[in-house]
């Protein structure tokens, strides 16, 4: 199945979500009339008001100072913004009887049809877009056409807008460029040791295990931000997986394949090189729901190789998985198989567009104004260019993961999930936890990681961060940005525990720092550390790391081709 008819399916599923609104809207016409008749008294309202001083505004669409200043564009943004809070108000209003997942999907789908019907994004509606016309002689339209051409070319038969400056980075260069070995590889990770920064680090080793829904170095970015840079200032000796970006030939890897060639594998490696029995280990997102679940197996089998595990944003209930279940139930999941079927992973720039749909306005209309109105090339952003690096995902990883974590919740039933027979159980999990979620996170709602921590058994910690899922990760102490929650109170509920936590400026990895130093164990001579010496297969980041979807598209069209000769 080609993209083409992926979108097909999910036009087809928008469809049959339009039909459902408008049954909830017929099975409730007074609810209807009530909102329609307050919408009128409003908008009555804001016309006789219009001549008074506009008031502030937040919303920073807009900014520009003309959508205030003229009589015109000022009654065009304010009517947009009345119907906007009329429309929201309606779905709710008149889905509140619906089950929980229905009303969570329309009042979705609404929100990205009033985000796409914002004046910002109409050239003759928007009179930022119409002074540049007249400053450029309508130059920036023409721009504008470019990109989009060139977006298109580079999708590969996907609509993904180019958010960053694909060429202002270069991996192992000025992202990504902590001095490293790959000391290890498999078929699903090259396992990477950091050179030490300090002449003594701590006696046991950490280990990060990254998602693999994208590159692993969203914690090595550049040296000013980078995760992994402060650590080994700090006097950590660290190890990083970095996942393989897969092809059709990682088509048959399982979850648990993820565990044993993943984690399991590099804590064996690890340990062979430091002779320590212990490793602390940090999983981010499904990196950390991976962990989870490893650490569960390895208490069924009294296997006490990891010291101390954090939890960065990580779901393990997902009862409760935020805007990520509109693309997560029994239909989406369905569509998704399907075109994974074909290929035998899930494409990553299907993933990519998923979830910049998330924060439409931040990721993909300030974007569509900047590059195809204004005719403006993207600005160079580590970040987003991380967030464009995207990775595919083996079909039955990703069918497992869906079904039993956001459609089934398996994971924190005991004994629901099994690996070669052994059962896993969260309860068994009694070593120190430390959790961050952040309080904006639209991925991994904080609630819910919160929810999640108190399936296990062992001393536990939590904290929440500001921000959202990778801006409140990756903030350095030398930006004194943002801030933290943090409370040692035990309370089940989260909304109690942030009425009874104190709030920290700055970053949460100096708390982080103090926490897990407990469990290190002593600073000694990097010279008596007894690493042994193992062979170098190449230098960090790897070659696994540069893999993009372009590359991997690219050599399955020559495969395809060949055989096509073949034959």
């Known amino acids: 199945?080609?993209?083409?008819?992926?979108?097909?399916?999910?036009?087809?599923?928008?469809?049959?979500?339009?039909?459902?609104?408008?049954?909830?809207?017929?099975?409730?016409?007074?609810?209807?009339?009530?909102?329609?008749?307050?919408?009128?008294?409003?908008?009555?309202?804001?016309?006789?008001?219009?001549?008074?001083?506009?008031?502030?505004?937040?919303?920073?669409?807009?900014?520009?100072?003309?959508?205030?200043?003229?009589?015109?564009?000022?009654?065009?943004?304010?009517?947009?913004?009345?119907?906007?809070?009329?429309?929201?108000?309606?779905?709710i209003d008149i889905t509140k009887d619906e089950?929980?997942?229905?009303?969570?999907?329309?009042?979705?789908?609404?929100?990205?049809?009033?985000?796409?019907?914002?004046?910002?994004?109409?050239?003759?509606?928007?009179?930022?877009?119409?002074?540049?016309?007249?400053?450029?002689?309508?130059?920036?339209?023409?721009?504008g056409y470019k990109n989009f051409l060139e977006n298109i070319q580079q999708g590969r038969g996907l609509f993904n807008i180019k958010l960053t400056d694909m060429t202002s980075f270069e991996i192992g260069r000025n992202i990504a460029c902590t001095p490293g070995k790959i000391i290890f590889q498999n078929d699903l990770i090259q396992l990477i040791q950091y050179q030490a920064a300090t002449e003594k680090t701590y006696q046991y080793p950490l280990l990060i295990i990254p998602p693999w829904i994208n590159k692993y170095y969203i914690l090595d970015l550049q040296k000013e931000n980078s995760l992994v840079r402060w650590l080994v200032s700090q006097?950590?000796?660290?190890?990083?997986?970095?996942?393989?970006?897969?092809?059709?030939?990682q088509r048959t890897k399982q979850f648990s394949d993820y565990m044993q060639e993943g984690p399991l594998a590099a804590l064996k490696i690890i340990e062979e090189i430091t002779n320590e029995p212990k490793t602390n280990v940090l999983g981010y997102c499904i990196g950390g729901t991976l962990l989870a679940y490893t650490l569960a197996y390895l208490a069924q089998t009294n296997d006490t190789r990891i010291?101390?595990?954090?939890?960065?944003?990580?779901?393990?209930?997902?009862?409760?998985?935020?805007?990520?279940?509109?693309?997560?139930?029994?239909?989406?999941?369905?569509?998704?198989?399907?075109?994974?079927?074909?290929?035998?992973?899930?494409?990553?720039?299907?993933?990519?567009?998923?979830?910049?749909s998330l924060r439409a306005n931040d990721l993909v209309w300030s974007s569509f104004v900047k590059q195809y109105l204004k005719g403006e090339n993207p600005q160079a952003f580590d970040l987003l260019y991380w967030n464009s690096d995207a990775t595919n995902i083996p079909e039955y990883v990703h069918s497992f993961y869906l079904r039993n974590m956001y459609l089934e919740n398996n994971l924190v039933q005991p004994g629901k999930l099994k690996l070669d027979e052994i059962p896993i159980d969260l309860g068994k999990i009694t070593i120190p936890t430390y959790f961050i979620a952040t309080q904006d996170d639209h991925i991994v709602p904080w609630a819910s990681s919160f929810k999640s921590q108190q399936y296990f058994n062992g001393p536990k910690k939590f904290v929440l961060a500001t921000s959202g899922h990778v801006a409140g990760i990756v903030n350095p102490p030398s930006r004194n940005k943002y801030g933290y929650w943090y409370s040692n109170k035990k309370v089940k509920d989260p909304e109690k525990y942030l009425a009874n936590a104190k709030f920290q400026e700055g970053s949460w990895w100096n708390d982080w720092k103090i926490w897990v130093k407990k469990y290190s164990g002593k600073r000694q001579s990097v010279?008596?550390?007894?690493?042994?010496?193992?062979?170098?297969?190449?230098?960090?980041?790897g070659s696994y790391a540069k893999v993009s979807l372009a590359d991997i598209a690219l050599e399955e069209a020559q495969e395809t081709k060949s055989k096509d000769d073949h034959n």
């Open 99 to 143: 089950d929980i997942e229905t009303s969570k999907k329309l009042r979705f789908i609404m929100r990205q049809f009033i985000d796409a019907s914002a004046p910002t994004n109409i050239a003759n509606l928007n009179p930022e877009i119409l002074s540049k016309i007249a400053e450029t002689n309508g130059e920036n339209i023409l721009l």
């Open 527 to 541: 010279n008596t550390l007894n690493l042994k010496n193992r062979i170098i297969i190449e230098d960090a980041p």
């Open 1 to 91: 199945m080609e993209e083409n008819e992926y979108i097909s399916l999910s036009i087809k599923y928008l469809t049959e979500t339009w039909n459902e609104l408008v049954k909830c809207l017929l099975k409730n016409p007074d609810k209807l009339v009530n909102h329609q008749m307050s919408y009128w008294h409003d908008y009555l309202n804001l016309y006789q008001n219009l001549i008074l001083p506009p008031e502030d505004n937040a919303d920073k669409r807009f900014k520009y100072q003309e959508w205030q200043d003229n009589l015109a564009f000022d009654f065009i943004k304010r009517s947009y913004l009345l119907i906007s809070k009329h429309l929201e108000d309606t779905i």
């Open 235 to 249: 006097g950590f000796t660290v190890f990083m997986i970095s996942w393989i970006n897969p092809s059709s030939k």
């Open 307 to 356: 010291n101390a595990a954090t939890f960065l944003t990580t779901l393990l209930d997902f009862s409760e998985p935020g805007e990520l279940a509109v693309f997560t139930d029994a239909k989406q999941i369905t569509i998704m198989e399907k075109i994974m079927a074909s290929k035998g992973y899930f494409d990553g720039n299907i993933m990519a567009a998923i979830f910049n």
